[in-house]
Structure formats: structure tokens, C-alpha cells
């Protein structure tokens, strides 16, 4: 059968200096897809219980999704998985760039590294080989440099210009709060997954394979990109419009939820990118304000300051993903600039502007150029960086850190030469700067001043308040990966009209904010609809935007079915990504993972409210809503371990049965 799928995954033993290349069967195919659902089904199977995400044992997998390479728009991502050394349950980032074609170009699915080199290496694949190479030479660049570097002795011995994912000093240097880069800094940035690749004296993982990509029906795929290409293309958004942004955000902050017509966010990011988001965040209540505890008032003046019309301003050039036709990416000429040490960045997504902006009340756009950079090149995450130097500010405000034990730094809001500072100490693992490069709940564990460390499970929460989006609390708390903001929100899910896929997936209509509040059966329905849509986008490669988008107009179920020769219905696909979600979960249950521990902390949870703005007066019913979640996907509602009818209902003992070939 002619589908999508390389139908093969390649398996790296580091310690041993052995690969082995195995071949899938479909039935897992058809069960989980392929990007993290393959990569669920694989870990879950291959690392042993109880393993340190810092050891051999520890599987450090790369993915490409069912959609990669079939001329289907926005699936040009890749998900990179593991036992996440930051939570010690499922970890897993996600990226763009051209990374994922080049894993099913080389003939694989899915790479799955486990052991631990003695020294610096390398992994070199393409459609004929497959090495592991000598990196000396490399270790101690940055993520930047050493791509750089590795293009330079390469490109001319190669078939093709390799595509490479690399590590910078964050994972060299073991940070939990790192990632893994590709094309010049994008960053998989979240779960403490460069650290894993550090620890396996894994530099970079170089791709220079040329086989085709497979695809059913690529003349029903190509109609369904030139449908949706047609509508991008006709949309444009009226330059200058950037200001009026913070005025809509307060607007929205006093006004009912209405759904939203997807395309908007389509007009929003083909003109700014996620930047977009920042003005409307922090006047509406949905950016986090001096360490999730202040107001739009603490934030005066920066929607003018975070207009996304200057960013573009500086913008050289758009870039686009692989088969993306929406292009939210740019590179920006910052030199010259103040506490701009480099020449050029790419945009700061809209996560680290607000990291670094409002959440520390630090007033400078062009610090948060430079703050892009340094963390790129290192290969940290901003969320979680941003996050954890929120906690120090508040410590020194509150006594509990001394002016000597941050090696002489004034810690105060705002204080925007402090906060470099502390960026190059940790980037650097020097000084109190080591202490925060392990992200907020190790510090507060060293330091004292917990109620101040904003962590969910062990990973910083992304830059959007739950009490502004209920909805998205649940997810922060039951997400297998804690912490994460990509798995639902209320907003998200009136944009994408999924009860026209999904027979049980409630209507998304206008209501009162206080109803999202209460604990019924229909929040529970939308926040697991919500979790199994994202696990079939990520099974499929897809990206986020692309499912903002809404389903009339990003059509994946059309796609899924062209592209693998499938007739499958919505509710088909949604189990599948029910599938995907409780393979995760089970994951964790096997680690010794305890889902009913995690929580959101007191402040983030409106535990007291806050006084004033948007957001005044709310407190959540979070751990009632979770409860619900679970039993709404069939797991224990008390404990969060899938039910055993659950398991027999999706057929997960069966698959976990299923041997792969060599």
C-alpha cells in the first residue's frame, strides 16, 4: 500500500557505536500515525522504568510526521521526545525549519538515540549510511557556530546542503531548561530535551538523504494546499494597525468569549508573527505580569513599547517552515542597536518577548533582541529562563536572595542591565547563574521562596494565564508534559469549529467567562477534544497555526485521507489522537510519574485573586476540572491512570504488543 510513511525507524546506540534500521508495521501506523505517536508507542516499549533522563537508558528520539513530504501545507514540523530530565515523566518539544523532511528523506520516520558516547560525537545519515562521527571539534561552539561549522567541512562532500539539529552550551553544559536548535537558532526548546542530548556527548544529529517522499494521492493533497493557498493569499492585513493591538486587548478583557473566526490569526501572523500577540496579552489578561502576580497597571506603557510594527520595522526577511505558505518567521538587523552585541536575530516569538518583557516589567525591546540571541545560540528555553529569573527578582525583592548571593546584582523589576547579566551567568553555568540554568524548581529548592516558583510538575508554565483561559489550566496541570500552553485553550477551540468533525465535541458559542469557570461535562469534552486534535496535528507534523486556522480552512482530516488512501471519518481521527494522548500518559504512570501531584501554584490558580484588571476576583476550580478532564478521556478521575476498558477500548495493550523488524 502506498501511503505516506517511510515504514522504517532508525535506532542508535551510542555506547555500543551500533545502529540498527527496523521496519514498522502499519497497524501502528494506522493506530498512532507517525511523529509523537510513533515516538509514544516506541518509548513507552523501550525505556526501562525507573530510568535516569540523564543515562544510557534514556531513548532521545527525533520524529517527522505522517505529512512531511506529501505536499500538504503547514506539516513541515518535528517533534523531538524523551524522558524529560525537568519533570522525570514525558518529555517532548516541538520545531520548524526544514529538519523534519530531511529524517523521512534519509528513509526513516522516526531516529531513536540511546546510550551515552564517551566523547563529543556526531550522527551523520543519509539514504546510504549511517555514522557516528567525532566531534571534538565542535563541542564548546554554540548552537550558531557550530551549524555553521559543520556546514563548512560538509556541504561539499554530500549529495545535498545537510540539514542539522545541534546543541549549544545549554546542553553541553546539561541545563534542564535546554533545547535543541536548527537553522541558525530555532530552538525545540521546551522539557530539558538538549540536556539529554548533552548527556549523550551528542553534538548534532546531520541529515543528507535525497530518497522521495511517498504520498497516496498527491493530486487530492495538491487541490486541498492550492484551496487553502488561494485563501492566504487573498488576505492581507493594512499596515499600522500594530497600535491599536493593546486597545483590542482590553476590549477583550471585558467582553464575553465569542468564537473567532480562525483566519484572523492568519492575517495576525502572516503580518507580525506571534509577536502579534504580545500587546493584546498584556491589557487583556492573558500575558503573565511581574511574575504572574501583577496587572496591566504594572505594565504601563509597554503595549506602545511591544507594537509589533517595530519589530517589522527592522525586519530584513520573511522565512517560511517547510510547506508553509504563511511565513510567521523573520530575521531582524539589530546591530548598532542598544545591548545589541550581534548583527542580526531571528524575530523573538511572541513566548519570549513576554518572558522577558512584561513578566520581569523589563521595558526594553532591544535587550530582548539581544536576550533572543544569547538564548538561541545557547539553546535555552526563554519560557523556562524567563520564568526562573521572575522567582530570583521577587526572592531579592522579598530578602530571602542577598545582594552576594547573586553575585552583586540589584534584582529589581524592570532592572534591564541585571537581567543580561543574569542571562550570560546562566548560558555560562557560572556563578548564581548555575543554580538558575536548572529552571525554578530546583532554585527554589536550593533558596527557599517556593510560593514565589512559578512550575507546574517541574517545567515553567508558557507565557498565557489560566485564569484568563480556564481551559488552558486544565491543560497546564493534566498534559502528560506539564506546563506546556499548546495543548488547548478556550480561545483555540472557538476558533476551530472542531464539533463539525467530531459528533461529541460540544458547539463552541458565545458565553459568560464565569462559565468556564464551573466543572461540567461540556468544559470537560472541549478540553479533551482539544488534547486529542493537537496530538493528531502533532501525529501529523501539523502546525499550531495551521490548526488555529479552523478545520474549514486548514483541513487535516482531508489531508490525512488523501495523503495515506484512507476514507476515515473526524471521529475516527480524534481517537486517534485520544490514542496518542493516553499512550503519553501511560508513559508516565510507568516512570513513577504521579499525575493527581501536579498542580498549578496558589498564585497562577487566582489563590488570593488579584485585586485589580481583567483578571480581578478569579479564582479557578482547577483540580475539580482536571478530575473531570481525566474522566471525560476514561482515566481514573482521582488518580489519572487510564482505566483498563480504556486501554481494551483503544487497543493500546494490543499495539504495545506489536514488535517492530529488523
Not at 501554584?601 to 476576583?617: D, F, H, I, Q, T
Amino acid at each position: 500500500m502506498i501511503n505516506s510513511f517511510a515504514g522504517k525507524v532508525l535506532h542508535v546506540n551510542l555506547s555500543a557505536g551500533s545502529f540498527q534500521i527496523l521496519s514498522v508495521p502499519e497497524s501502528v501506523y494506522a493506530a498512532v500515525l507517525a511523529g509523537k505517536g510513533l515516538e509514544a508507542w516506541y518509548l513507552y516499549r523501550h525505556i526501562p522504568a525507573g530510568a535516569d533522563p540523564l543515562g544510557p537508558d534514556n531513548i532521545l528520539a527525533f520524529a517527522a510526521g505522517a505529512l512531511c513530504g506529501t505536499g500538504a501545507f503547514l506539516t513541515g514540523r518535528w517533534t523531538v521526545a524523551c524522558k524529560s530530565p525537568l519533570t522525570g515523566g514525558w518529555g517532548d518539544a516541538n520545531c520548524g525549519g526544514v529538519f523534519a523532511p530531511a529524517i523521512k528523506q534519509c528513509g526513516y520516520d522516526a531516529i531513536f538515540i540511546s546510550g551515552c558516547s564517551e566523547k563529543p560525537v556526531y550522527l551523520f545519515c543519509d539514504d546510504k549510511k549511517v555514522e557516528i562521527r567525532d566531534a571534538f571539534s565542535y563541542w564548546g561552539m554554540d548552537a550558531v557556530e557550530a551549524e555553521k561549522a559543520l556546514h563548512l567541512d560538509l556541504d561539499s562532500a554530500c549529495r545535498k546542503k545537510p540539514c542539522i539539529a545541534c546543541i549549544g552550551q545549554g546542553g553541553e553544559k546539561l541545563s534542564l531548561i535546554s533545547g535543541i536548535c536548527n537553522e541558525g537558532g530555532r530552538i525545540a526548546a521546551r522539557s530539558g530535551v538538549g540536556a539529554v542530548m548533552g548527556s549523550k556527548k551528542l553534538k548534532a544529529v546531520v541529515l543528507a538523504g535525497m530518497k522521495p517522499m511517498r504520498c497516496a494521492n498527491p493530486d487530492a493533497v495538491k487541490a486541498l494546499s492550492k484551496e487553502l493557498g488561494s485563501k492566504l493569499l487573498k488576505m492581507s492585513m493594512p499596515s499600522g494597525l500594530g497600535f491599536f493591538l493593546g486597545m483590542g486587548g482590553r476590549m477583550m478583557g471585558h467582553l464575553p468569549y465569542l468564537p473567532l473566526d480562525g483566519s484572523l490569526t492568519s492575517l495576525m501572523f502572516k503580518e507580525w508573527g506571534t509577536p502579534a500577540n504580545t500587546s493584546l496579552a498584556i491589557t487583556s489578561g492573558d500575558g503573565p505580569i511581574k511574575n504572574w502576580g501583577g496587572t496591566p497597571r504594572d505594565a504601563r506603557l509597554m503595549p506602545s513599547i511591544f507594537n509589533p510594527e517595530h519589530i517589522n520595522k527592522i525586519e530584513t526577511a520573511k522565512y517560511h517552515c517547510y510547506s508553509c505558505p504563511l511565513g510567521c518567521g523573520g530575521k531582524l538587523k539589530i546591530k548598532g542597536r542598544p545591548y545589541t552585541t550581534f548583527d542580526e536575530t531571528h524575530k523573538p516569538e511572541y513566548e519570549t518577548i513576554q518572558a522577558f518583557g512584561a513578566l520581569l516589567l523589563n521595558r526594553s525591546l532591544d535587550s530582548i533582541y539581544q536576550i533572543n540571541e544569547l538564548f538561541n545560540r545557547a539553546g535555552i528555553d526563554t519560557i523556562s529562563a524567563g520564568n526562573t529569573i521572575a522567582w530570583a527578582i521577587e526572592c531579592y525583592e522579598n530578602g530571602i536572595l542577598s545582594k552576594n548571593q547573586t553575585d552583586g546584582l540589584e534584582l529589581s523589576w524592570g532592572n534591564t542591565e541585571a537581567i543580561l547579566a543574569l542571562v550570560r551567568k546562566m548560558i555560562a553555568r557560572e556563578g548564581f547563574g548555575d543554580y538558575l540554568a536548572d529552571g525554578v524548581r530546583k532554585a527554589s529548592e536550593r533558596f527557599g521562596g517556593k510560593e514565589y516558583a512559578m512550575h507546574i510538575g517541574g517545567q515553567e508554565p508558557g507565557m498565557h494565564d489560566a485564569r484568563n483561559d480556564p481551559q488552558l489550566g486544565i491543560h497546564f496541570v493534566a498534559e502528560p508534559a506539564p506546563g506546556k500552553h499548546t495543548v488547548g485553550m478556550g480561545i483555540e477551540y472557538g476558533a476551530m469549529s472542531l464539533c463539525d468533525i467530531c459528533s461529541w465535541a460540544p458547539p463552541a458559542k458565545p458565553h459568560s467567562k464565569e462559565e468556564d469557570l464551573e466543572d461540567t461535562e461540556t468544559m470537560a469534552l472541549i478540553s479533551k477534544a482539544n488534547a486529542c486534535y493537537t496530538m493528531l496535528t502533532d501525529g501529523a507534523g501539523g502546525c499550531y497555526y495551521g490548526q488555529m486556522m479552523g478545520v474549514h480552512m486548514w483541513k487535516l482530516v482531508d489531508y490525512l485521507n488523501a495523503a495515506e488512501g484512507w476514507q476515515y471519518d473526524g471521529d475516527h481521527y480524534m481517537e486517534i489522537g485520544e490514542r496518542i494522548q493516553t499512550l503519553r500518559q501511560m508513559f508516565n504512570i510507568r516512570q513513577g510519574f504521579d499525575p493527581a501531584s501536579v498542580s498549578l501554584p496558589k498564585r497562577m490558580a487566582g489563590e488570593p485573586p488579584l485585586p485589580s484588571g481583567p483578571l480581578k476576583g478569579i479564582s479557578l476550580n482547577n483540580q475539580t476540572q482536571v478530575r473531570s478532564h481525566w474522566r471525560a478521556f476514561g482515566w481514573d478521575p482521582d488518580t489519572g491512570i487510564p482505566l483498563p476498558e480504556t486501554m481494551e477500548r483503544l487497543g493500546i495493550n494490543a499495539l504495545l504488543n506489536v514488535e517492530e523488524n529488523i
